[in-house]
Structures are given as C-alpha cells and as structure tokens.
C-alpha cells in the first residue's frame, strides 16, 4: 500500500553559521531514511529520486558541504558534523520513527566514521552502495591532477556540477581517517550493494571490512553508479530488512 506523501525542503544552520539543504518526503511510514549522496553529487541524488519514487519509507537527504546549494567549506569535520546535525533534525521532526540510514560512495566514506564517532545513536538499518573504503586513495588517483601544486598551494579548484575548492586539509583528513574493521562496531548490520566492475571504489577494497556483521551483497556486472533494475535490487533488500 502506499502512503500519502509530502514534499518539502528545510534548512538548518550549523555551528558554523553555514546552510545545510534538505529535501524532506513525508510519507507517514514508521521509517524514515537518512540519504548522504555522494561526491560530485546533491541532495536530488539518484537513490533519493529513486527511493521517493518505490519505497513507501519517508526520506530525508541533504547536501554536503560545497555540494549543491551548499556555500560550506568542504572538510571531512564538517561533512560529519552536518550529518550528526540532520540526524537531530530528523530524530526531532519525526519522534519515535525507525531511522534508517543509505549512502552512495564518499557518502558512505561519511557514514562509516559517523558510525565510529557516534557509537551510541540507534538505526533500524545501515545501507551503504559502492563504499569508497580507499577514500584518500581515489582522490589521489583520480581527482588531483597534480598531487605537488595541490601540496604547494594547499587547495585546487574543480569544475564539474559547480565549482569546488578542495584543499590540503580536506585530503590530508582522509589520509587520517582511514577505514579499518576495527572501527566498525561489531553489534551493527551493515548492508552493502557494491558493483563487481566498479572501477572507482574496487570491490576488492572491501576486504578491509569484511566482518561477519557486514553483508556485501555483490551486484553483478555494475559499474559505481547503478541502472534502476540494480536499485530495485537495494529497494527489495531495504523492504526485507524494514519489513
């Protein structure tokens, strides 16, 4: 059965005085799911688009810093304390609701320290695609150019949806946050959907998370984005883990 929906957008001001961007969609379910998109992406991500459209879960999603409308400074400090920000938001505005949370990629790079750094908020379901475990590392191969100019100057600019500066700092956080199994807490499931062909996050870098309590489930022949048939696929997960 479906649930009457409604949409809206909010805003919150974090410690630092910036704008974190959300889009809300309010179904009146039991679970509400907390979406952190990607690198180069937005809170209008494909998942979220996706889940609003086949999951009868209310879903909320936001923009990380100097991602879509936001102005923020992009740090891994402030990606957490954006997403610790939103969690309060959304255990607030939907009280005694299961809260769940998915995300894509750098997001899901976000998640998993989010997970260490907060090891006592509950969440009905933990759902991660195409986890860049190897964070420093893809920025290093793929996204600097220059890895000398980028040290000696301390930041670059990058043009792709919007303009972004990356500084030092922000990579210099992910050499220090490196994903290890020994920050996963044991006594939470983790799911996650991650492509046997992705070329961006290898599927072979989960080996640094590979506990009894993380469920990798393999999606054969996908690449680091997925085709809607291969979200039906984390939508039917998501509803038998929900139920």
Known sequence: ????????????????????????????????????????????????????????????SFDLPAHGESNEKLLLKNCFDDLLLVDSYVRERFTGKNISLFASSFGSYVVLNHLKNNSSLCYRGIFLKSVA??????????????????????????NRKKEMTIFYEFYDEMVNNKIKCSDIDRDRDIYVFHGTNDDLALFSDLDEIKLSNVHIISMNGAGHSFTEEEFSIVVDKINSVLF
């Open 1 to 60: 059965h479906s649930f009457p929906t409604r949409r809206s957008s909010d805003l919150l001001k974090n410690n630092n005085g910036d704008d974190v961007f959300l889009n809300v969609v309010d179904k009146d379910s039991s679970d509400v799911i907390i979406v952190v998109h990607g690198f180069d992406s937005n809170k209008c991500c494909s998942a979220f688009r996706f889940f609003s459209e086949n999951l009868d879960k209310s879903i909320v």
């Open 133 to 158: 475990v190897k964070c420093d590392k893809i920025f290093r191969d793929v996204i600097i150019d220059d890895m000398n100019s980028f040290k000696e100057k301390g930041f670059f600019v990058r």
